[in-house]
């Protein structure tokens, strides 16, 4: 099998986690598009988190308002939810990475290998940014009085020298935890701890049920403390999964579409917080004892469902494997990264032009 | 200009890949494979280096 054949070293890739990641990393740059040009269909019509959005929920009710309530309230979101798509990149990782360092040589090496596997893209990507920004093509700050709502006018507002610019290529993005350089790159910080978390169980404990032992202590650990447990219990599910022999294991069609389809129903819990009326707000008040907002739980749960559906069912794999996804699964990383700060040049440019200007309601959805 | 914007994404995305992602991972992947054994092997030629310096160093001294 393709899973044997990489632990043998004999595959390159798992064609069909990466038609997944193709696909999640498609849903991020969408994500952004709407943060950036759309945020109604985003972040609701009426941002809970953030009242001065709650300007929206003024306009008169039509098609603009309605569209945006349908993509934002409802299980539809799963289409555009960026932040649901990172918790499938970092089950994937945790899959992918258990899968790969079966055996472990050297942690230190194995620890530096993949630093400079995140650190080189993710620095020729902030150096590409740092140009943008230097020759004043960055557009999206003109915009953002349009637009109106706070998450634009974040970006490329203040000036960024050389120096930081240079600082936040290679150790910046994992040191703060996130850059103002460009919005994806929050996860670098996790992608690596959760990384040396995996690499440390699977060099410290052998053998398939020990390591799952240690994988169920690894977890009961994040939880206690609490830290951002959501995003480091999916690197540990998707090592669990490996561990499981998910990707050995076939489920027919009907299960397969109860996991799927209860996994992308999950994935499509709103931005803002469920409350207790709300389609998702009975399955997120039993989460809100785990020290983080409970919809991130939802998107974890989701997010293991997706992954799991993918490896277990033989139709989702096919699909995964065809040659566009596979084709964005090779530029996926390429595409994270670099999405933002072509969208806020190149697109955001021509938005920001006069004669263009987004009108006030319909194109806020 | 959606459209557009998506084939430049694209294209970029497929360059960067091809540029500096796909060498970033066969780098990592040598420095996870052969960086033990390298390490190891530069260890034990500088420690013959510093044998050999030593033992000139005592041929003079003698």
């Not at chain 1, 040009?37 to 003024?58: E, I, K, L, N, Q």
């Not at chain 1, 308002?65 to 994937?92: E, K, M, Q, W």
């Not at chain 1, 994806?184 to 690499?199: A, C, D, H, K």
């Amino acid at each position: 099998m393709a899973d044997q054949r990489l632990l043998e070293g004999k595959a390159d890739r798992l064609h069909h986690l990466d038609g997944l990641r193709g696909v999640a990393a498609l849903v991020v740059a969408f994500s952004h598009f709407l943060t950036c040009f759309y945020p109604a269909c985003y972040f609701g019509p009426v941002d809970r988190a953030s009242p001065a959005w709650a300007h929206f929920a003024t306009l008169p009710q039509g098609s603009a308002r309605d569209l945006a309530t349908l993509v934002s309230s409802t299980p539809l979101f799963v289409a555009v939810n960026g932040s649901f798509a990172v918790y499938i990149f970092f089950v994937l990782s945790g899959y992918v990475l258990a899968a790969a360092n079966r055996r472990i040589g050297s942690l230190a090496f194995t620890a530096a290998a993949r630093y400079l596997r995140l650190t080189l893209p993710c620095g020729a990507a902030i150096l590409l940014t740092g140009l943008l920004i230097g020759t004043g093509a960055m557009a999206l700050p003109d915009i953002a009085g349009t637009v109106g709502h706070g998450w634009v006018a974040k970006w490329y507002q203040a000036p960024l020298g050389w120096p930081r610019i240079g600082y936040e290529a290679v150790a910046g993005l994992y040191v703060g935890g996130a850059t103002n350089i460009n919005p994806v790159l929050w996860t670098m910080q996790r992608e690596l701890i959760g990384s040396l978390m995996i690499f440390s169980v699977a060099w410290s404990v052998s053998g398939g049920r020990r390591r799952l032992l240690a994988y169920a202590a690894l977890a009961a650990l994040i939880l206690a403390c609490g830290l951002e447990p959501s995003r480091y219990l999916a690197f540990v599910a998707g090592a669990v999964l490996f561990e499981l022999k998910a990707g050995e294991q076939r489920i027919g069609a009907l299960a397969a579409a109860l996991m799927l389809g209860t996994g992308l129903l999950l994935g499509g819990a709103p931005f803002f917080a469920p409350e207790p009326g709300d389609l998702y707000g009975p399955l997120a008040a039993p989460l809100a004892h785990f020290g983080e907002d409970a919809r991130l739980f939802l998107w974890l749960a989701g997010s293991i469902l997706v992954v799991g559906t993918a490896l277990v069912s033989a139709p989702v794999r096919s699909f995964f494997s065809l040659a566009p996804c596979r084709y964005l699964g090779r530029i996926s990383f390429s595409l994270y990264l670099l999405h933002f700060p072509l969208m806020a040049s190149l697109l955001a440019r021509p938005m920001s032009a006069p004669a263009s200007t987004i009108p006030s309601s319909s194109a806020r959805c | 200009m959606l459209t557009a914007y998506l084939a430049v994404l694209l294209l970029v995305s497929d360059l960067f890949e091809r540029l500096v992602d796909r060498p970033a991972l066969r780098l990592s992947r040598k420095v996870r494979r052969e960086g033990p054994s390298l390490a190891r092997d530069l260890v034990v030629s500088w420690r013959a280096a510093g044998r050999t310096e030593l033992s000139t160093a005592a041929a003079r001294k003698a």
